[in-house]
């Protein structure tokens, strides 16, 4: 294993910016440690979630910054020190001289960690970023929701890099709903959330509705009220959510983690355009 493996991954990109550059290293970062992961135990127990899922393994077009990972099952006593034993010598191994810090609290239900590195620009051969100035520290973090909410499905999804291995990931309809409760629970506006309900509505995923409950039971404005969620709740949320949103804020949340060819679609970013979705919604059917 060398960095010219990342070199001929880089190239794959075919980046035009800077800042293509930059989320292509990233995600490759990412990808390599996704893989160091299968090394060990971890997808035995933890399952891949989030929007970083949705990029790498399921296409999603916008660049997402973290690896976001959820237990099968509640373990206060987990801990992610053997795992990131594991990450920096496989990093290393590619040529990443990786700094990993543990932020875990024992007392917090997720565990968190930082994978760093500024130190693979200097090896690569760089077509628009310059490794001494524009490029940054790769910095990447890692998150673990020890105290999972019930009702969620797993499945097993395979990377091609940087080598062939299985991954456990949580279902389309686990993973929508867990982006239906961050839409909908989520304190401060993130158009990275608003951008993946559209591309959650375009694939036509349905919603785990008993996993979106048990979310909503643990945490947000509604936590402990054990109210009853089906799709008649789960739409009128959405419609006085969408209506509140200051689009301005979303689209300038979003507009640096999309390709600029797609920028132009932002200006579409309304209240009207996320109403109508939500109604597009309602045709599909919704996993109980």
């Given at each position: 294993m060398s960095v010219k493996i990342i070199q001929k991954r880089l190239e794959s990109y075919?980046?035009?910016s800077a800042q293509e550059e930059d989320h292509?290293?990233?995600?490759?970062?990412?990808?390599?440690?996704?893989a160091a992961?299968?090394?060990?135990d971890f997808y035995q127990v933890a399952s891949f979630q989030?929007?970083?899922c949705l990029r790498i393994l399921y296409g999603l077009n916008r660049f997402s910054e973290d690896l976001d990972f959820i237990l099968k099952e509640p373990n206060t006593a987990f801990s992610l020190e053997k795992y990131l034993k594991n990450l920096s010598i496989e990093l290393r191994a590619y040529g990443y001289q990786v700094e990993i810090v543990d932020r875990s609290k024992v007392e917090m239900a997720v565990k968190k960690a930082f994978i760093k590195d500024d130190?693979?620009?200097?090896?690569?051969?760089l077509q628009h970023l310059k490794a001494d100035r524009s490029m940054s520290k790769i910095r990447i973090k890692v998150e673990v929701d020890t105290n999972p909410p019930v009702g969620g499905f797993f499945e097993n999804k395979f990377l091609?890099?940087?080598f062939v291995c299985a991954l456990t990931v949580q279902d389309m309809p686990s993973l929508f709903a867990g982006k239906i409760h961050a839409l909908l629970c989520?304190?401060?506006?993130?158009?990275?959330?608003?951008?993946d309900f559209l591309w959650y509505v375009s694939y036509r995923a349905a919603i785990n509705l008993k996993f979106l409950a048990s979310a909503l039971?643990?945490?947000g404005p509604w936590a402990g009220q054990k109210i009853e969620i089906d799709s008649q709740w789960c739409c009128a949320q959405l419609r006085e959510k969408i209506l509140s949103i200051d689009w301005q804020a979303a689209r300038n949340d979003v507009a640096r983690f999309i390709k600029p060819s797609e920028l132009s679609s932002l200006d579409l970013w309304k209240a009207d355009l996320f109403l109508d979705r939500v109604d597009k919604l309602k045709a599909f059917s919704m996993s109980p």
């Open positions: 075919q980046c035009h292509a290293l990233r995600e490759i970062t990412q990808e390599v440690a996704l992961l299968t090394r060990s989030g929007g970083t130190s693979l620009g200097k090896v690569l051969q091609d890099f940087p989520r304190e401060y506006v993130k158009g990275r959330d608003w951008y039971e643990q945490a």
